[in-house]
């Protein structure tokens, strides 16, 4: 089935641990975002991708890392987990830069930190 | 700094009846306005656009009106009907220089009620 899949779906760990969230895309986007969300937040953006190995920082990035090595692959790294970081991550494909740059989400990773 | 507000985060609604949900925002750099609709443990899904240079823009019973000068846009759903009952996200576009991004509003819960 095409569109955007987010692995986990369910995670919960403990505070200081690494957490890594795949996002995998079979619609050969070149944009790819993570944003999380947060009640009272709406949804905020962590990182974007506007090209495999093109990455930047959005309004959310402390504590975060990402990667992407191939088209269809974003990851996205918490390397020492927070009770912070608790949140529901969505990640975001989108095909062009101009227009009305419709993003197509995945159902989301909720993620505990304990 | 909240670019992108959404000040009711709930509404209730009668079946058939008009349903309007609101959006402010303070960047007039802004070029394109979209709604997305979110339902539980899913990602939000696009529901209509509206270009900056239009004042209205209509796709069956949803109608997104925009007003520049006072940095409104509103979302007219009508009739209003039980499957509309989600969340739904006001989104900005900007551009970054290298990918266009969307900063999302706080969101605002419809219940339409029988």
Redesign the interface.
């Given at each position: 089935d095409a569109g955007?899949t987010q692995s986990p779906r369910h995670k919960v760990t403990e505070t200081g641990t690494p957490v890594t969230l795949r996002c995998h895309q079979t619609e050969n986007h070149r944009?790819m975002?993570w944003?999380r969300q947060d009640p009272?937040?709406?949804?905020?953006?962590i990182h974007?991708?506007?090209g495999v190995k093109?990455t930047?920082k959005?309004e959310v990035s402390d504590g975060y890392s990402v990667s992407r090595s191939k088209t269809e692959d974003f990851l996205l790294t918490l390397e020492s987990a927070t009770s912070s970081q608790t949140s529901v991550y969505?990640c975001?494909s989108?095909e062009t830069?101009?227009?009305?740059?419709?993003?197509?989400?995945?159902?989301?990773s909720r993620l505990t930190v304990l | 700094d909240q670019q992108v507000k959404q000040n009711s985060p709930s509404l209730s609604v009668q079946e058939g009846r008009i349903s309007i949900l609101n959006c402010d925002y303070t960047n007039s750099m802004f070029d394109y306005f979209l709604w997305y609709k979110k339902y539980p443990a899913e990602g939000p899904t696009f529901l209509i656009s509206i270009s900056s240079i239009k004042d209205k823009n209509e796709d069956g019973r949803f109608t997104v009106f925009l007003n520049k000068s006072a940095k409104h846009l509103s979302l007219h759903i009508v009739p209003s009907q039980p499957g509309d009952s989600a969340v739904y996200f006001c989104a900005a576009r900007g551009d970054t220089g290298t990918a266009s991004k969307l900063t999302f509003g706080t969101g605002t819960r419809l219940q339409v009620t029988l």
């Amino acid at each position: 089935d095409a569109g955007i899949t987010q692995s986990p779906r369910h995670k919960v760990t403990e505070t200081g641990t690494p957490v890594t969230l795949r996002c995998h895309q079979t619609e050969n986007h070149r944009y790819m975002y993570w944003y999380r969300q947060d009640p009272g937040h709406g949804l905020r953006l962590i990182h974007y991708s506007y090209g495999v190995k093109d990455t930047d920082k959005g309004e959310v990035s402390d504590g975060y890392s990402v990667s992407r090595s191939k088209t269809e692959d974003f990851l996205l790294t918490l390397e020492s987990a927070t009770s912070s970081q608790t949140s529901v991550y969505f990640c975001a494909s989108a095909e062009t830069f101009s227009g009305a740059n419709v993003l197509t989400f995945g159902a989301g990773s909720r993620l505990t930190v304990l | 700094d909240q670019q992108v507000k959404q000040n009711s985060p709930s509404l209730s609604v009668q079946e058939g009846r008009i349903s309007i949900l609101n959006c402010d925002y303070t960047n007039s750099m802004f070029d394109y306005f979209l709604w997305y609709k979110k339902y539980p443990a899913e990602g939000p899904t696009f529901l209509i656009s509206i270009s900056s240079i239009k004042d209205k823009n209509e796709d069956g019973r949803f109608t997104v009106f925009l007003n520049k000068s006072a940095k409104h846009l509103s979302l007219h759903i009508v009739p209003s009907q039980p499957g509309d009952s989600a969340v739904y996200f006001c989104a900005a576009r900007g551009d970054t220089g290298t990918a266009s991004k969307l900063t999302f509003g706080t969101g605002t819960r419809l219940q339409v009620t029988l």
